[in-house]
């Protein structure tokens, strides 16, 4: 069993993959080998309550597995990259003190990023960001981004209005282009995590999210959307998760329910576009070729690459 390399520092890997790929699936079977503890990397299963639609690892899988970074805000929080941080960090400790491995199972890149890099983040302005919000325009803003700080305009898609919003609350409200805090996301210094990742062909892909989509709607996404919308006062980023914000738009009557699901879809796929452009900007990750099964074919190479860090 693999545990806390002699040296005391925690054996660390990794596993990075746009969504639908299998990369929970993977860790588990790495996770009951070994015994490794799992830290979820991603931004939208820190909510509770939002699991169907975050694939979100079941019950099971947790009480089998130790899992940090799952449901740790309500979903009416902003949710913040520094905030992930100090959440992860703690769960690094508990794994250490626990002479216990850690897999890194991440769907967001900036978050996996921010902890593996150690990114200094600079300070919040809510009220810079609450005008830039208002904006209805992301066109509007990326121009207006391209003016402030055109490096970092250079680094963020004109489609990512997430961060783009970041960048300019930043820009304005610390009065220095966002590019100059630090080296940032385009750095990629010597880690002690490697990196596994999961590439399939785009149109296998493509076809397993549409899979996803239709299983996570067959298991009751509508209904745990509807307890949301019932219940609480969803944040602004929790609202813009994959599969909730299309699907209430649906229950206020914008959108039919055969459209809700088919932007889904659409959106989903989308989303896998981007992720696997942020994670193949990194020259650290090393790539496995998937053809049919991950678990079989990357389960093998996340365990050598754990048993030689």
């Avoid at 939002?50 to 099971?60: F, L, N, V």
């Avoid at 783009?164 to 220095?176: D, N, T, W």
Wanted: charge should be negative; proline fraction near 4%; glycine fraction near 6%.
């Amino acid at each position: 069993m693999t545990g806390a390399s002699g040296n005391g520092v925690t054996r660390e890997v990794a596993i990075v993959a746009p969504t639908a790929s299998g990369k929970s699936d993977v860790a588990m079977a790495v996770a009951r080998e070994t015994g490794a503890h799992i830290i979820a990397v991603d931004a939208m299963q820190v909510y509770r309550g939002m699991d169907i639609g975050t694939a979100k690892p079941t019950t099971t899988d947790r009480a089998e597995v130790s899992h940090h970074c799952i449901d740790i805000a309500d979903p009416s929080e902003r949710f913040s990259v520094a905030e992930f941080q100090r959440h992860a960090a703690a769960a690094r400790a508990e794994c250490a003190a626990a002479g216990k491995s850690a897999l890194l199972v991440a769907g967001t890149g900036l978050y996996l990023t921010a902890l593996i890099d150690d990114l200094s983040l600079p300070g919040e302005w809510p009220a810079v960001r609450d005008e830039l919000q208002r904006e209805p325009d992301t066109d509007a803003l990326f121009a207006r981004l391209e003016s402030l700080d055109p490096l970092a305009a250079t680094r963020i898609e004109r489609s990512n209005r997430r961060r783009i919003e970041r960048a300019l609350e930043v820009c304005i409200g610390s009065g220095k282009p966002f590019s100059s805090f630090g080296p940032g996301t385009a750095a990629y210094p010597s880690s002690s995590v490697r990196q596994v990742g999961i590439a399939w062909a785009r149109a296998t892909l493509s076809a397993r999210v549409e899979a996803r989509v239709h299983r996570m709607m067959a298991d009751g996404l509508l209904d745990e959307v509807k307890h949301l919308a019932a219940t609480t006062t969803m944040s602004r980023e929790a609202r813009q998760a994959l599969g909730y914000s299309e699907l209430l738009q649906h229950l206020d009557g914008r959108l039919s329910l055969d459209e809700a699901v088919a932007q889904i879809v659409l959106h989903t796929r989308q989303f896998a576009v981007r992720q696997e452009r942020w994670f193949r900007r990194d020259p650290r990750i090393e790539w496995v070729a998937v053809n049919d099964d991950p678990v079989a074919e990357v389960a093998p190479k996340v365990r050598a690459a754990l048993e030689s860090t």
